[in-house]
């Protein structure tokens, strides 16, 4: 019988959505001070593969992955989700709407 193993580190990976360019950039700067520097990201591209987001977010979607730098331990997904969902209320308009959907994996 093999001794339990520790986990390796994974990278994170964070998805954001939004109507905005300016506000990806905002919650870019925000999620580099939480979670250190992106090392790669993707390019801003048009997301308009469902209408999920739209009564929430608006028309015209924007979406950009992020990777970052430092790794994480998969068993602390949970603990960013609920940081990042509190992000997402922060970043929300006078009218409690969400302004930016913000969600974090990782890929090991």
Known sequence: MGAPLRPLPTKLVIGLITTDTERLEHARRLLERRFGRVDMASPVFAFNQTHYYEDELGRDLWRIFLC???LIAA???AAIKQ???GLEIRLSDRFKK???NID???IS
Do not use: A, I, Q, S
């Open 104 to 106: 974090p994996g990782y």
């Open 98 to 100: 969400r302004t930016v």
């Open 75 to 77: 068993d602390t997904l």
């Open 83 to 85: 940081w990042t969902n």
């Open 68 to 70: 970052f730098e430092k």
